[in-house]
């Protein structure tokens, strides 16, 4: 007998480990196909993004993987004669957890991978290998081969997640868009680092060799070069080159084992034409592919997971609309394809040689600088746009404003107390799925019976000094409250924590007319009372 699961994902990598989580902590059937049966242990990712963190943290893995990381990290970039051209420093982040860290691949996997394994609700089929994919209207259909002998699962969506060579991109027909850069670097990670270094990526552009430097904890160290036309990868990759590279330029000595790996690479900045096909979606490098300047890369995958995800758990629970469906392309690959632009114009900056070019580069920077509005969005970084998603599932309504939130955008994690008088991060009081929130005024028995229908968590934020009651916390700093006045605002706020709408009881008609368009209440069939947001009974195992 062969049995039917909502949803498969293929690829455990760090973007199909936390797909396939976020679903399996929701409720919802799935089944996670990976070729390997160990986690990854190429340091490839090195930049992890406030985001990124607010998703593991949900995870439960936030912790740990913070203990192994070096939190709260900047940026310098260097032009002709090493001369600093220009320093981002760790910003303040508003999502709390640190605006960028620096951490460490392979503990990451691991840590996804052992809860992957241990999750009683998800099947997760190691050493199987994906070998064709198909789909019809009635579903999708994976074979799968195992030693050898193969197997087809069937399942309702499909969620690509096997990197930057994706089977399922090839097999529902989408192509990559974009191009490679011509340039190729070579990426050294080291071990054992004796040196204490400033919590700064370093972009070297000398006009010789450029190169970066990105510290970890625990002695990690990668440093990257450019290589040159005529220079062979395998002789550049040899340990004797390594070690001419290295000493005793970035450091004195250079034992075998304090090299973690040393290849080649060529960067590619490319998108896929559509993130969607179907029942087939694509996340992660199978979607979009990078050069590495933004440390974006990994930090997009992770996007791409955590929005789709809760529109698939709203599409198994039957409220879906198919423009549901289709905003996860309409958000997801517009950040994507700007995160590949801006990753590739960092590159381009950073790897000038030309004397003109490098020479002009340093002066524009210097003289743009200049300009305070200017020079206050290099150092903070504004050039990488955190993603907008207001074409997308968002609802404005533009006589209604709250300082602190901006519909389309990122909800902020104040810190809370509750009316235990504990002291925590706002989205441990959010729960799952869909949450509203009452700012300012007196409590309402708010209203629509859609927020109800699906499953939307209530909770009034009051201002720092309130006393909390039930149902309610107070800001330990005023950042929701601090535009509040004495009457109510609600905020709608989505599952992946993106604010949906800002209303006025006078506008919360209007407010959930519109987000049926994309939930419909009247079609979801799940216990709204209930904290999972998707439940039904788990596929016997041994059906499989
Ligand atoms: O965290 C950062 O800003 C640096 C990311 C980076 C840049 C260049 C190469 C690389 O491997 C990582």
């Known amino acids: ?88 420093r760790p910003v303040a982040s508003r999502l709390g957890h640190p605006a960028k860290t620096q951490f460490d691949q392979p503990v990451l996997e691991r840590l996804l991978w052992d809860r992957a394994v241990a999750h009683d609700g998800l099947e997760f089929l190691r050493g199987a290998e994906a070998t064709a994919i198909t789909q019809d209207d009635a579903g999708v259909n994976v074979t799968k081969a195992v030693a050898g002998e193969t197997r087809t699962l069937t399942a309702d969506w499909l969620i690509g997640a096997d990197g930057g060579r994706s089977l399922t991109r090839r097999a529902v027909g989408i192509d990559l868009v974009g191009t490679t850069q011509p340039q190729r670097w070579i990426v050294v990670d080291l071990l054992n680092e004796p040196r204490a270094r400033d919590p700064f990526a370093e972009f070297h552009g000398d006009g010789e060799r450029p190169y970066v430097l990105v510290p970890g904890i625990k002695g990690r160290l ?134 003109i070019l490098t020479r002009l580069r340093d002066t524009v920077v210097r003289t743009v600088s200049l300009v305070p509005r200017v020079r206050e969005l290099l150092a903070n970084m504004r050039f990488i746009a955190p993603p907008d998603y207001t074409a997308g599932v968002a609802v404005e309504c533009p006589d209604v404003t709250l300082d602190g939130v901006t519909v389309g955008r990122a909800l902020s994690q104040p810190v809370v107390r509750d009316t235990t008088g504990a002291e925590r991060g706002l989205d441990a009081h959010l729960g799952r799925g869909w949450a509203l929130l009452q700012i300012g005024g007196p409590p309402e028995a708010a209203v629509d019976a859609y927020w109800d229908a699906i499953a939307a968590k209530r909770l009034c934020v009051r201002a720092p000094g309130d006393e909390p009651a039930d149902g309610m916390v107070a800001e330990t700093t005023a950042v929701l409250t601090c535009g509040a006045g004495s009457r109510p605002v609600f905020v709608a706020v989505r599952p992946d924590r993106y604010v949906a709408a800002v209303f006025d009881p006078a506008h919360e008609h209007r407010v959930v007319e519109r987000l049926r368009g994309f939930v419909d209440d009247r079609r979801r069939q799940t216990d709204p009372s209930s904290e999972i947001t998707y439940a039904r009974p788990s596929l016997d195992r041994n059906t499989r």
């Open 1 to 88: 007998m062969t049995a039917r699961r909502d949803v498969l994902v293929v690829g455990a990598g760090p973007i199909g480990l936390v797909a396939a989580l976020l679903l399996a902590d929701a409720g919802v059937p799935t089944t996670l196909v990976e070729k390997e049966t160990e986690p990854g242990d190429l340091p490839r990712a090195i930049s992890l993004q406030d985001e990124s963190l607010r998703t593991l943290d949900q995870l439960g893995v936030a912790d740990a993987l913070k203990a192994e990381s070096l939190l709260d990290t900047g940026s310098r970039y260097f032009g002709l004669g090493d001369r600093l051209l220009l320093e981002a």
């Open 222 to 355: 990668r440093i990257e070069f450019m290589l040159f036309d005529d220079e062979d990868p395998d002789a550049m990759t040899a340990s004797e080159r390594i070690r001419e590279l290295v000493v005793p330029r970035f450091r004195a000595e250079l034992a075998p084992g304090d090299v973690r790996r040393a290849v080649v690479y060529v960067a590619h900045q490319r998108v896929a034409r559509s993130y969607r096909a179907g029942r087939a979606f694509l996340v992660g490098d199978a979607a979009h592919l990078m050069p590495p300047f933004a440390g974006q890369g990994l930090n997009a995958g992770i996007r791409d997971a955590t929005n789709l995800t809760w529109k698939l758990i709203e599409a198994i629970a039957g409220g879906a609309t198919e423009r549901l469906l289709e905003s996860y392309e309409v958000e997801r690959r517009t950040h994507g394809a700007a995160m590949v632009r801006v990753s590739r114009r960092i590159g381009a900056v950073v790897m000038a040689t030309h004397p």
